[in-house]
């Protein structure tokens, strides 16, 4: 079965530290890959994806995030995290086998300290 | 433009009534999706409306659970009969859905308690 898996579910940094979020997928096809992110009391939103060409993609508020289809992996980076960056972020995948619903990871909560 | 609308926000139920929650999908979307979130748990696939064609029933997770989309646009979550389990965050997203790699636009959630 199709799965992702998040590694960190909490994590806590103070401001200008730098934030890598893991994810990795079980699927053997062809993938389109997502991180969606939720800030308190909001809808969740698209941060970035991927679907072909470079693997490394960048998405909104400096985030980026790099497909190593070999490791499975689409780990979400920021060089410098503010605290306006406290949210839940969720690492999605829909598979080419897929009607079009996602498979979502467990998702992280980031806490930034100022 | 209106993004994804989602109605009640919040509703609270006695165990064993029955509950209907509400999308109304961006127009013009032609995707409709629903998920769930439980506490401490990720977003989970329920159904999936693409145009005219068949849904994608799959993520259910029983029969007690069904879901309608009346004229390609609005549609109905109905959890029958619901369990405490049921409690949770329910999700409904919209794309143009001619691609897979359209981005999934959500609403802001109905919270579900059942006492």
């Known amino acids: 079965a199709q799965s992702v898996s998040q590694h960190n579910h909490h994590v806590i940094l103070s401001e200008a530290a730098s934030l890598e979020l893991g994810c990795n997928y079980s699927y053997g096809g062809t993938v389109n890959l997502f991180w969606y992110v939720q800030y308190p009391g909001q809808h969740l939103q698209l941060l970035l994806k991927?679907?072909?060409?470079?693997?490394l993609v960048k998405g909104i508020k400096g985030f980026e995030a790099e497909f190593i289809k070999s490791k499975f992996s689409f780990n979400l980076r920021k060089p410098s995290v503010q605290w306006s960056d406290t949210a839940e972020y969720f690492c999605a995948v829909h598979g080419s086998s897929n009607t079009g619903k996602l498979i979502f990871g467990q998702g992280t909560t980031l806490q930034v300290k100022p | 433009g209106a993004g994804v609308s989602q109605s009640p926000s919040n509703k609270v139920t006695e165990k064993g009534k029955d509950v209907e929650l509400r999308c109304d999908p961006i127009?013009?979307?032609?995707?409709l999706y629903w998920y769930r979130q439980s506490l401490g748990q990720g977003l989970e696939f329920l159904i999936y409306?693409?145009?005219?064609?068949?849904?994608?029933k799959s993520g259910l997770p029983s029969d007690r659970f069904s879901a309608e989309r009346t004229g390609g646009s609005v549609s109905t979550l109905t959890i029958q009969r619901t369990q405490q389990e049921d409690s949770a965050v329910y999700l409904c997203?919209?794309?143009?859905?001619?691609?897979?790699?359209?981005?999934?636009?959500f609403g802001p959630g109905t919270r579900l308690t059942v006492l």
């Open positions: 409306f693409q145009g005219n064609s068949a849904p994608d």
């Open positions: 991927y679907f072909s060409g470079d693997p």
């Open positions: 997203a919209s794309n143009p859905g001619t691609a897979s790699y359209n981005e999934q636009f």
């Open positions: 127009s013009g979307h032609t995707a």
